[in-house]
């Protein structure tokens, strides 16, 4: 046998960055199930589409860069799939390849990719559509209305308002609470399954790969805020049932304040940050243009993470031993 | 002779500075405002420039003369006294190359009186140096200004209306008015200082190879 | 999720220890160890210390002659002992092997060694809560402490001792076994349990070989596999690489891993998960440093702890994105201690 020469360690924990976003991208999966199983096979179509135009935009740029092309930490593939997660399902295909190719192509690959990127290029990628195409963005089918729908191709169908525009127009949504947890309503493609996504954030948090107290003290701000300053005219656990479940709130708190690049580093600023994101968000509900803010909150609260972090700078100290062996 | 040559390639040289190597939009990041705010088409973009040509030249030559002749703790408020005076040339000027800019304009034109490259050339650069020096760098500064409005203001217009200067060029604009806000003109004003920062080490990289060690 | 420091390592303690130490004959040309000169005097510090000493004691835990051990320790008085009976490296089982058959003989060790540099409790530390019912079965004397399965767990042990209001020390189980034989039997330690691992051999045991064996024969006879292309001592974490199978067991050798395929990790930029500041047992904040390095001007104001690293390398082990942490800490001590900054 021949024997080689290798360098200590010899042995690694299982988490690797590659299974990190192969976890997210599995609790992403998820959630497409129940939208196939009710429209059929266009969010298929879509994810795979939007996921392909990601790979293609950051091979692109490394070639452009002349930099080995490596697709092996799957985060461009996370970043299309969050993407097509917040864009209706009537929407043409080219409003999620042009979303990805801002997210990929200025707020991810310019800065370094992955680990250097100051915003979330998910949430970067979505607020330009957002900017840029507001009529086509917001534009949800109604689920009870539509017929067959098409794999790809536009298609057009009766509209109607998802529960967080009505939110927003102060009156109060026609579907019952408990009827949205089963997510057949108007809405973003993947914000709509909210038991799955509490199921997917559970799972994120088993695993490690997302930090449970970024996602909690955002609900709770957010519950609160909900609570104590209803937008409409019920009572408090009503509105912080309607204000939770509509619009991107949950998937924003589960898949994208999570991220560890853009979140703080210490464990009490991970909770300010939280804290400030569910803050903001309801902010841009009540007063914001336009019906969901999640995107725009996420990147205001990347941009302070870096503050919140120089706040609570100093290390950790330890009693000292008295001798060492 | 020398003396008159080294002049004129000193003056080169502070012009392209000016322009493109130490642009004071993109490398010393003044005067944003009215890029990324104003230049969202050709016309605009065009009247600003012509405005910003018309006030600084003027203003950057009155105080290469009187600059030194003032305390210099005075110096700002005056330079801008004199911007505000010197603005109803300039502006009366521009009206006259392009009827109805003024007016379209709006409070971008007035606003010009305070641009940050303006006063700021005007306070520290134009008292302590020579005419021909302060002219070749209003001058370069307002050619560097027009050139990064203009192209910002190009690509925004014909990505909005498929249009350059209210003309149909047959190219499909798509977005809607997302590209005309200003964070689109601050991520392009991104890409454009990549690109000068790029420029200016590659020529650094050059010079320093040129360079002779000294032993 | 309380917050402990310290990585989680799959263990792979089960094969090794299913079996009983199996004793390795000894190779021949092998010179007989010596027997000592009978023991005079009485069994007080002093004399244990020499019974030691004669018999050329070495603690297997960190390759320290137990004589000096106790020599130091009795200066420095601490207030326990602990009998180190646990391994910390997911594939090593020779302490808790040793323990498991020489009970007695540990407990009996470890009290002569408490005595010897006078310290009041003395504890046998063990891995996990079953491992403990097992050994309270087989001597219900036994006084034991739980170190957990968290690497590194003698860190953490002794941090969370320190933490109680209690100095310890450690002291290896074979090293108690050896000196129980020394004093009462005036035998040299002449025998040390390895493990052998790895899927490169057939079967995984602990063996009780002669300390100056050839590492060939232990993998002989363990069926290591013609395909084996990395062998480590030491531990699977902070070992060394071997290639000549010549080299002879020592006391400290503890075990012997054959691998198949050498381990190559992808290296990815640090995505700031903090995985790499909770597993450090010694307060260090791995990723900050690196930043530190990383950046043009490295400020060793920002890099605090850093001289503390003891190289156990759970902030390398646990980082995701696979980056050589150690060697980043270590750069960063050496650059602190040079002084060639402003």
């Known amino acids: 046998m021949t024997l080689n020469e290798a360098r200590a360690p010899f042995v690694k924990s299982e988490a690797s960055v590659s299974s990190m976003m192969r976890d997210v991208l599995f609790a992403l999966a998820m959630l497409l199930v129940l939208p196939v199983v009710h429209y059929g096979i266009r969010p298929l179509v879509m994810a795979g589409v939007t996921m392909l135009a990601c790979a293609l935009y950051e091979i692109l740029f490394s070639l452009i860069q002349t930099k080995s092309i490596s697709l092996s930490d799957c985060s461009s593939m996370v970043t299309g799939m969050i993407i097509i997660m917040l864009m209706p399902l009537n929407a043409p295909l080219w409003l999620p390849c042009a979303a990805a190719a801002f997210a990929i192509l200025v707020a991810k690959m310019p800065f370094g990719s992955i680990g250097h990127t100051p915003f979330n290029p998910a949430a970067a990628g979505v607020a330009f559509a957002t900017l840029c195409w507001p009529k086509q963005m917001f534009s949800y089918f109604n689920p009870a209305a539509a017929g067959t729908i098409p794999a790809y191709g536009d298609f057009t169908a009766a509209l109607a308002p998802s529960p967080a525009a009505v939110l927003k127009s102060g009156l109060k949504p026609d579907i019952l609470p408990l009827d949205m947890l089963w997510g057949v309503f108007a809405g973003p493609l993947g914000t709509t399954g909210i038991l799955i996504i509490c199921a997917c954030g559970l799972f994120l948090f088993a695993k490690r790969t997302a930090r449970w107290d970024i996602t909690v003290s955002f609900l709770i701000v957010a519950a609160l805020i909900a609570a104590f300053f209803p937008r409409i005219a019920c009572s408090s656990l009503t509105s912080v049932k309607y204000e939770l479940m509509s619009g991107s709130l949950l998937f924003c708190s589960v898949f994208m304040v999570t991220d560890p690049v853009t979140a703080p580093h210490r464990a009490l600023g991970r909770i300010l940050y939280g804290a400030f994101a569910g803050f903001l968000i309801m902010m841009f509900r009540r007063f914001g243009a336009f019906e969901q803010g999640a995107c725009f909150a996420v990147i205001i609260a990347n941009a302070a993470a870096p503050q919140i972090d120089a706040l609570l700078v100093g290390s950790q100290r330890l009693g000292d031993e008295p001798y060492d062996e | 002779m020398t003396n008159k040559r080294n002049l004129l390639r000193e003056t080169g040289t502070i012009f392209l500075n000016g322009v493109f190597f130490k642009n004071p939009v993109l490398v010393g990041a003044l005067g944003l405002y009215p890029v990324v705010a104003a230049g969202y088409n050709m016309k605009n973009a065009v009247e600003l420039s012509l405005l910003f040509l018309f006030l600084s030249l003027p203003l950057n030559l009155l105080f290469c003369l009187v600059g030194e002749m003032m305390s210099v703790w005075i110096r700002p408020g005056l330079v801008l006294t004199a911007s505000a005076v010197l603005y109803l040339p300039a502006a009366w000027l521009t009206e006259k190359l392009m009827p109805g800019a003024v007016t379209a304009l709006g409070m971008f034109a007035s606003l010009m009186i305070c641009n940050s490259v303006i006063l700021s050339r005007a306070d520290e650069y134009a008292p302590t140096h020579i005419g021909w020096a302060v002219a070749a760098d209003a001058v370069g500064g307002s050619v560097g200004f027009s050139l990064v409005i203009c192209l910002t203001a190009a690509i925004r217009e014909l990505w909005l209306k498929g249009s350059l200067w209210h003309t149909n060029m047959g190219v499909y604009g798509t977005a809607d008015a997302g590209v005309s806000l200003p964070f689109f003109g601050f991520i392009l004003l991104g890409f454009f200082a990549a690109f000068v920062q790029w420029a200016n080490e590659k020529r650094s990289q050059k010079a320093e190879k040129r360079r002779v060690p000294r032993i | ?342």
């Open chain 3, 1 to 342: 999720m309380i917050l402990q420091h310290g990585v989680k390592l799959e263990q792979q303690k089960t094969a090794s220890l299913r079996h009983k130490i199996k004793i390795l004959p000894v190779p021949e040309g092998m010179a007989e160890p010596k027997p000592l000169a009978a023991r005079q005097g009485k069994l007080d510090a002093a004399g244990i210390i020499a019974a030691a000493e004669a018999a050329q004691i070495v603690d297997e835990f960190d390759g320290v002659a137990l004589a000096r051990k106790l020599k130091r320790l009795r200066r420095l008085k601490p207030d326990m002992i602990v009998a180190c009976c646990f391994d910390e490296d997911p594939c090593t089982t020779s302490a808790m092997a040793t323990l498991r058959e020489n009970t007695d003989a540990v407990i009996a060790g470890l009290v002569l060694a408490a005595r010897a540099c006078g310290a009041a409790e003395n504890k046998i530390a063990v891995a996990t809560p079953r491992e403990a019912r097992m050994i309270k079965k087989i001597n219900p004397q036994a006084d034991l402490i739980l170190a957990g399965e968290r690497y590194p767990a003698r860190v953490l042990l002794k941090r969370k001792l320190f933490a109680s209001g209690k100095n310890a020390a450690y002291i290896g189980a074979q090293a108690c076994v050896a000196l129980t034989a020394a004093v009462d039997e005036n035998e040299a330690q002449s025998f040390t349990v390895v493990t052998v691992a790895g899927d490169g051999v057939e079967h995984w045991r602990n063996m009780r070989v002669r300390i100056g064996t050839p590492l060939k024969f232990l993998l002989d006879a363990c069926e290591a596999s013609e395909k084996t292309t990395l062998v480590i001592t030491g531990s699977s974490v902070t070992g060394k690489a071997v290639t000549n199978l010549s080299e002879p067991v020592t006391a400290s050798t503890r075990c012997v891993i054959a691998l198949k395929k050498i381990p190559r990790n992808k290296t990815y930029p640090c995505i700031g998960c903090e995985k790499c500041a909770r597993a450090c047992p010694r307060g260090i904040v791995p990723w900050r440093v690196l930043r530190e390095i990383q950046s043009g001007a490295p400020d060793p104001v920002r890099m605090p702890n850093v001289q503390k690293c003891i190289g156990c390398s759970a902030c390398s082990v646990a980082c995701p994105s696979g980056i050589d942490l150690t060697a980043v800490i270590s750069k960063a001590a050496a650059f602190k201690k040079s002084g060639d900054f402003d």
